[in-house]
């Protein structure tokens, strides 16, 4: 059973780009979070989904900063315009039909905006 | 005051030895808490949950205290590869889990 998966592993924009994120959920799991990492800070929460269905956003930047998960194919979070504060490590983890379960992470995005 | 609280160390212990982390909440609404064990660079990787009064696997054991709103995890034994930053994670109503910063463990030979 594949574990969460992310990728790409490791990105690297410029100002002004678009940065997008993908991430599939382990097998068996309906529910997905988005996690943001600053060097030397703990997680912070930014999005949950299920699938067509955006549950909690209240993490979320208001602006740039958008996400999905479709009905098929992975949970998406896009950047748009990265600016420099931008770079941290992004994690998504997912967890089974109930929101109590545990929630498994992926290995992470890293992204650096140059 | 944050609403998950964990003293950032570095607990710097010798192998062999019994270390514990306390780790504070602030919503007593809370009902269930995680220990993640996360090394450099890497993803968080879950260790415990504890939605009672506590938890053991192994060398591990976490206690939820709610009369005064922590959770704390004991480790026996400790081993060098028990080196790693734990962190503390309280699940919120709407699903998504609020994490202290983490303590940071150095097990020395």
């Known amino acids: 059973n594949a574990g969460v998966m992310q990728n790409p592993r490791h990105l690297v924009r410029r100002r002004g780009q678009e940065a997008r994120l993908r991430c599939s959920p382990m097998k068996g799991h309906s529910h997905v979070y988005w996690y943001r990492q600053l060097p030397e800070e703990g997680l912070k929460f930014m999005v949950y989904?299920?699938?067509?269905?955006?549950?909690?956003e209240s993490g979320m930047p208001k602006e740039r900063f958008s996400a999905e998960f479709p009905k098929e194919g992975p949970s998406i979070l896009r950047i748009q315009q990265v600016v420099r504060g931008d770079s941290a490590a992004y994690f998504c983890?997912?967890?089974?039909?109930?929101?109590?379960?545990?929630?498994?992470f992926g290995p992470g995005t890293r992204l650096t905006v140059l | 005051r944050k609403e998950v609280e964990q003293d950032p160390g570095p607990f710097n212990v010798p192998e062999g030895a019994t270390v514990a982390f306390n780790c504070t909440y602030s919503?007593?609404?809370?009902?269930?808490f995680f220990w993640y064990r996360q090394d450099c660079r890497k993803e968080p990787k879950l260790l415990m949950s504890v939605y009672s009064s506590g938890n053991e696997d192994g060398r591990f054991t976490a206690q939820l205290n709610r009369a005064s709103q922590y959770i704390s995890l004991l480790i026996r034994d400790s081993k060098l590869s028990d080196s790693a930053t734990y962190l503390c994670?309280?699940?919120?109503?709407?699903?998504?889990?609020?994490f202290g910063k983490g303590t940071k463990l150095s097990v020395k030979p």
């Open positions: 983890a997912s967890s089974p039909i109930s929101s109590y379960n545990e929630q498994f």
């Open positions: 919503n007593s609404a809370s009902q269930s």
């Open positions: 989904l299920q699938k067509e269905n955006i549950i909690d």
């Open positions: 994670g309280s699940l919120r109503s709407q699903g998504n889990l609020i």
